[in-house]
C-alpha cells in the first residue's frame, strides 16, 4: 500500500521558516521524481511548488519561491523535504506531496498536477501577523 504523509506544518509568522517532510511508503523511491504542491484557502487548483528528480541531480522552482525554498529527499530513508524559508502571508495553504513515477535514474522533474500518480493528504501552513 502506498502512503505519503505530510508533516512539519504549522503555524507562523512572516519571515519564519519551516521544514516539511514526506514520508513514503510502499514505492521504490529512486524510480520517483518528487514535487511538493499547495492550494490556497479557497483555491480550487493545486500551485506547483518544488520538484525533485529521483536521483536528486535536478531540481526545479516555481518562480514565486524560488531562492526561498529548497526542496530535498533522502532515498534511503524514504523522506521527501521542502525547507520553506522567509515565509509570506499569501503563502498560507495546504502544502502536498507528491510522487511521479519515471525511469531509473532519469533527471526529468515535473510540475504539472495531472501527472502525479500518488498524494498525501497534506499538511497545513498559516501564515499570519
Known amino acids: 500500500q502506498v502512503q505519503l504523509v505530510e508533516s512539519g506544518g504549522g503555524s507562523v509568522t512572516p519571515g519564519d521558516s519551516l521544514r516539511l517532510s514526506c514520508a513514503v511508503s510502499?514505492?521504490?523511491?529512486?524510480?520517483?521524481?518528487m514535487g511538493w504542491f499547495r492550494q490556497a484557502p479557497g483555491g480550487n487548483k493545486r500551485e506547483f511548488v518544488a520538484g525533485i528528480s529521483g536521483s536528486s541531480s535536478s531540481t526545479h522552482y516555481a518562480d514565486s519561491v524560488r531562492g526561498r525554498f529548497t526542496i530535498s529527499r533522502d532515498n534511503n530513508e524514504k523522506m521527501v523535504y521542502l525547507r520553506l524559508n522567509m515565509l509570506k502571508l499569501e503563502e498560507t495553504a495546504v502544502y502536498y506531496c507528491?510522487?511521479?513515477?519515471?525511469?531509473?535514474?532519469?533527471?526529468?522533474?515535473?510540475?504539472?498536477?495531472?501527472?502525479?500518480?500518488?498524494w498525501g493528504q497534506g499538511t497545513q501552513v498559516t501564515v499570519s501577523s
Open positions: 507528491a510522487a511521479h513515477r519515471h525511469w531509473y535514474g532519469s533527471t526529468d522533474v515535473y510540475s504539472t498536477e495531472a501527472g502525479f500518480d500518488y
Open positions: 510502499g514505492l521504490d523511491l529512486q524510480k520517483y521524481a
